[in-house]
């Protein structure tokens, strides 16, 4: 699933903010969208983090 730091004022339909943010590794507030996507393993540059179960 697609996560953004464009977060607006009330979270969009289907959208969730990351509540514990800073421990996922991620460097903003965040939410994830409800966005599905399929890349290459190759395209991917590096892992920020992980979701916590919380989040999940």
């Given at each position: 699933?697609?996560?953004?730091?464009?977060?607006?004022?009330?979270?969009?339909?289907?959208?969730?903010?990351?509540?514990?943010?800073t421990?996922?590794?991620?460097?903003?507030?965040?939410a994830i969208k409800p966005v599905f996507a399929t890349i290459e393993e190759a395209l991917i540059i590096r892992k920020l983090g992980a979701l916590l179960d919380a989040d999940k």
């Open positions: 699933m697609a996560i953004t730091s464009q977060l607006r004022a009330s979270a969009a339909l289907g959208e969730v903010w990351v509540k514990d943010w421990a996922t590794g991620l460097i903003k507030p965040s």
